[in-house]
């Protein structure tokens, strides 16, 4: 690795002043699992690693009344033991679980997870279909931005050299919907997903969709809605017909590429086949009678 | 390159404090074995993915290779050489032994160290608990069976 120098700030404020004194040769780093990586692979040469461990109040999760807070340095373990995340924000509890190995959640974030922008991070495509804001901060203020217009390309993101990821900020879903992910891979641990999709519905009373969410990974540079099947599934009943019709829908929004984990024409099948599955099982968890 | 010196940096290893002298681009890895000797952990892949190199941080398993020296300050570090008390073995590391469970012994830290931090947390693991608390440390040689057994007889 080459040699850098490593700052710890212990403010935000001094944050922002170190950021702005070192601009493009400072790298952010939070729990590394990302940035030791691509420094050990000789991809990154900043001078300066400006670490945000020590800086304090940047790891919780806040059960508000119709929102939860999610703040960007709270670790993939911190989520994956909370019951605030097991129980209301399904689809992220099952991205966590399977995200690397327990060595790397008790470290790895979820700020750096999304900050990192590949379209393979396990927790996009629940954070996605679960309405998540982030909320950016720099030494002139701060900005909501939606999770579906943060991403801009592989690695890329609206955020601007002098902003860091503060928080998530998902509004508490509503009752009959649940969500659910699902990651598919050849191992369950320790890989990146081949695709991944995540659903949350809400559903009326009398069992047709209210609001339906649909998230895909891998699918695209970066993870993306599948607005127009969302939009085809809104008011209907879930019959066979009606997720098989989605699946194919969702699968033309997509535009997946052929990699070494799966190639496009696979991918696309499988789009079908996972949406018909994840929306099965968030429609389970919404425990409509 | 200017500004890139050494750093006195203070560890506590298996309830040593220790006081190096490094560079920031050390990882906990590199420091724990080339400056403190300790050579239990052991490096596989040195990029996260094969859990050779695991330790426990505050006793959390976590990779060595992927923590900077720098940061494990202020941290409780535990290695594989601060299991045994004096003379006896840490009843994992027996259990270990009489199950089998040891072939070349690279994978063999890090995989007592992931199952020790798991029966901390949880002392009765499911076989299931188990499989998935090792899912990320890669044994090439014993099949893993007799891993699970030997862990699973420590939680007796
Ligand atoms: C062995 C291994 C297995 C993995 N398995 C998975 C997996 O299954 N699924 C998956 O999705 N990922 C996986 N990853 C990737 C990685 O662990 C995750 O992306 C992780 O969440 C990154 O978080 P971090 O805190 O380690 O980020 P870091 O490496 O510290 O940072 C990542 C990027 O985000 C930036 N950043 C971090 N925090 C902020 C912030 N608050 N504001 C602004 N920018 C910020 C950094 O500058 C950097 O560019 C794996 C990695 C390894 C090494
Ligand atoms: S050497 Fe650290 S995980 Fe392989
Ligand atoms: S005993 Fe050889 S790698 Fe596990």
């Known amino acids: 690795m080459k040699k850098f120098d490593y700052l710890k700030p212990t403010s935000l404020d001094e ?14 780093i939070a729990g590394g699992t990302d940035v030791m990586v691509l420094l050990k692979r000789k991809r990154i040469f900043p001078d300066v690693l400006i670490s945000l461990r020590s800086v304090p109040n940047m790891a919780y999760i806040k059960d508000e009344k119709d929102k939860i807070r999610i703040g960007s340095m709270t670790t993939h373990r911190e989520l994956e033991t909370s019951t605030v995340i097991k129980e209301k924000l ?35 495509c629940p954070l996605l279909v679960l309405d998540a804001s982030c909320l950016l901060i720099s030494s002139k203020g701060e900005r909501e931005v939606e999770l579906k217009d943060f991403f801009i390309a592989p ?23 649940g969500s659910a992910y699902w990651k598919l891979s050849r191992r369950k641990a320790m890989d990146l997903p081949i695709l991944g999709v995540a659903i949350s519905l809400a559903m009326n009373e009398d069992k047709s969709i209210k609001k339906a969410r649909i998230g895909l990974g891998v699918a695209a540079p970066t993870p993306i809605r599948a607005f127009k099947a969302e939009e085809f599934l809104t008011g209907k009943f879930l019959t066979d017909e009606v997720l098989a019709e989605a699946g194919n829908i969702a699968s033309k929004e997509a535009s997946p590429r052929d990699s070494i984990r ?15 599955r994840v929306a099965t099982i968030s429609f389970k968890r919404a425990n409509i009678v | 390159m200017k500004g890139m010196k ?28 080339e400056d403190l000797m300790l050579t239990g952990t052991k490096e596989g892949c040195s990029e996260g993915a094969c859990g050779t190199c695991t330790v426990l941080m505050d006793g959390k398993p976590i990779r060595s290779c992927l923590m900077l ?52 947390e949880n002392p009765r693991p499911t076989e299931d608990d188990i499989k998935v608390a090792i899912s990320g440390n890669v044994c090439r040689c014993t099949g893993y069976a007799k891993i699970v057994k030997a862990i699973k007889e420590s939680s007796k």
């Open chain 2, 6 to 33: 050494k750093e006195l940096i203070t560890l506590r290893v298996n309830n040593e404090d220790y006081e190096i002298f490094t560079y920031p681009n050390k990882t906990l890895l590199e420091v724990l074995r």
């Open chain 1, 90 to 124: 399904t689809a992220l509890y099952d991205a966590v679980i399977n995200l690397g190995s327990v060595q790397i959640r008790n470290v790895a974030t979820i700020g750096g997870n999304i900050a990192n922008a590949a379209p393979s991070a396990d927790t996009a």
């Open chain 1, 15 to 28: 944050v922002f002043s170190l950021m702005e004194k070192f601009g493009s040769n400072a790298k952010l």
């Open chain 1, 262 to 276: 799966g190639e496009a024409w696979y991918r696309r099948e499988m789009i079908r086949v996972l949406t018909k």
């Open chain 1, 155 to 177: 690695g890329e993101t609206v955020m601007k050299q002098d902003e860091i990821l503060k928080e998530f900020i998902i509004p508490k879903p509503s009752k009959l919907s």
């Open chain 2, 69 to 120: 020296a720098v940061e494990a300050q202020g941290k409780d570090i535990t290695t594989i050489e601060g299991l045994s008390e004096d003379d006896e073995l840490h009843p994992i590391q027996k259990n270990f032994i009489e199950q089998g469970a040891i072939q070349c012994g690279f994978c063999t830290p890090g995989m007592i160290l992931t199952a020790k931090a798991l029966l901390d």
